[in-house]
């Protein structure tokens, strides 16, 4: 199985709990965040890249004339299309597609999107390449994921724990790589963002479906942090006597100057 598989294996098995309220990634305050920072004109033509169901397409959607959202899982697409419909958002188109090879023309969308999605690529810099690609010179490529600790230790050792959680992990990017990985493809940043989300472990492992052994194991890597062991780069704490742990988040948004 290669590393797509393991994506499509793995949100197929996710597709139909994204419309579940209490998720993090759902919860329409963090969604709202996200619409705020971003670039956003009514006359807009918008991509977004490995959507899943499109919970942040469908929140672009009422704000800009189109947008597409292109995934690779059909049943993630299938599970955005639905919702799309039961919204009543004619604008949103969704599309099959793989982020490496996006199937657009040079200079096409004036903002390109990627929301929680790049830690799944073993090669982000190919689906980068592609999004300033198909962004129009003047446009914007923004990059939203959780991002790892600065601390080459603690990253690896974040970064370990959400693999063990869902093989389709590859690798959080720290900040300063995201920032960094659109500087260098001449992009100047018009906007960057951070945000610590607290996440309850239980539900986390639960979207993914994590094994009993492996769910145990993660568990006993932040309660030992918890109790003053080594740390983990998760930043484990107990709240309402359950176990959570703080998620970064990072807004990192690039204005495309000319062609690339």
């Known amino acids: 199985m ?70 690779a899982t059909p049943a993630m697409l299938a599970e955005g299309e639905k919702a799309a419909r039961e919204s009543g958002l004619i604008n949103l188109t969704f599309q099959g597609g793989t982020a490496e090879t996006l199937p657009f023309g040079a200079d096409e969308f004036e903002l390109v999107t990627c929301r929680f999605a790049l830690h799944h690529f073993a090669e982000p810099e190919r689906p980068i390449d592609e999004m300033i690609r198909v962004c129009r010179p003047g446009g914007h490529v923004a990059l939203i994921d959780l991002v790892s600790p600065d601390d080459p230790q603690l990253a690896a050792s974040h970064n370990q724990l959400e693999t063990l959680r869902d093989p389709a992990h590859a690798r959080a990017l720290a900040r300063y790589e995201l920032e960094s990985a659109l500087k260098q493809r001449g992009l100047t940043m018009a906007t960057v963002k951070v945000r610590d989300v607290p996440v309850n472990v239980d539900r986390w492992l639960e979207l993914t479906r994590t094994s009993d052994e492996m769910s145990a194991m993660i568990r006993n890597e932040l309660m030992t942090e918890v109790n003053g062991g080594p740390a983990t780069g998760m930043w484990p704490f107990i709240q309402d006597n359950a176990l959570h742990f703080k998620q970064t988040w990072a807004i990192v948004v690039g204005r495309k100057l000319k062609g690339y």
Do not use: C, N
């Open 2 to 71: 290669d590393h797509l598989d393991k994506v499509r294996a793995s949100f197929t098995e996710q597709a139909g709990q994204f419309a579940q309220a209490d998720l993090t990634l759902s919860d329409p305050v963090y969604l709202e965040w996200m619409v705020a920072s971003l670039p956003l004109s009514a006359a807009d033509r918008v991509l977004d890249v490995a959507a899943g169901t499109g919970l942040l397409a469908r929140a672009l959607a009422p704000h800009i004339t189109q947008i597409i959202a292109l995934d």
